[in-house]
């Protein structure tokens, strides 16, 4: 076991108005305590995060916005900013889901620009990368997961580095009920880290936090947070049910 601190972290995607987000929030905060080995963070929709902050307040669950542009301000309609978001709250920002690549035209240079702007705003980003399933027929998986962290990070520092959170997210497990073998994730978890350790360091390697996603709920995250180098899961379809979402936040170590 290592002494990295789980981090179990809920995607809402768009899901929930703002009553039933916070309701939700609600319900989830009764459920949970503070634990020493692991930490909890949700990412509702943008038009809920002011309000959702709010019932958070005291709480152990952090909060994170699903997407932000990299300007801070300006004629950009419909996007929104890094000071925008710390304004509503949010200490975590997932960048780079796997939902915005395909269907929102996000590249590796955008996220790039994305996590280079968290960084300078202290916002920590979760930085999604995985592959499809095309792909892994084909035997890709570790070129694609070179190439999205290699220009997912350039022009990065160690220094700059060291709140960087890696979500692995295969697409093919993605809200299909598909998730990776415990001997898949585990060997993208440790290649993942190989290619952190020979970019920036075995420090940083060893420290960085490595998500799972793909199809996470109660009855498999005590296999996946078995494995040595999954370190957390991002959560979709099962962070949605306070009750679900508390028993994988509760998983048995
Ligand atoms: C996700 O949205 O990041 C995700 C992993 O979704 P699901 O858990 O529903 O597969």
């Known amino acids: 076991m290592s002494d990295r601190k789980a981090l179990i972290a809920g995607n809402w995607k768009m899901y929930k108005t703002c009553a039933e987000a916070v309701d939700e929030a609600k319900a989830l905060v009764d459920l949970v305590q503070p634990m020493d080995d692991r930490e909890i963070m949700i990412a509702p929709t943008y038009t809920a995060l002011a309000q959702v902050s709010e019932v958070l307040k005291g709480s152990p669950v952090a909060l994170g916005a699903q997407n932000m542009f990299w300007e801070n301000e300006g004629a950009f309609t419909g996007e929104i900013s890094a000071p925008m978001l ?15 690549r395909q269907y929102f035209g996000e590249t590796d240079d955008t996220v790039n620009k994305k996590i280079v702007t968290a960084f300078n705003h202290d916002l920590i980003p979760v930085f999604c990368i995985g592959e499809s399933e095309q792909e ?14 290699t220009k997912g990070l350039s022009n990065l520092s160690s220094k700059d580095l060291e709140t960087l959170i890696i979500a692995y997210e295969p697409i093919w497990a993605i809200g299909t009920g598909k998730t990776a073998t415990t001997e898949q994730a585990q060997e993208a978890h440790r290649f993942i880290r190989s290619l952190i350790d020979k970019a920036f360091g075995s420090e940083l390697a060893q420290s960085m936090r490595i998500l799972y996603g793909g199809s996470v709920k109660p009855d498999n995250i005590d296999e996946l947070m078995a494995m040595p180098d999954v370190d957390g899961a991002l959560v979709g379809g099962a962070s949605l049910k306070a009750d679900s979402f508390s028993n994988i936040i509760k998983y048995n170590r």
């Open 86 to 100: 710390i304004s509503a709250g949010c200490s975590h920002v997932i960048i780079g889901h796997s939902e915005r």
């Open 136 to 149: 892994r027929d084909l035997n890709q998986t570790f070129s694609i997961l070179d190439k999205q962290v």
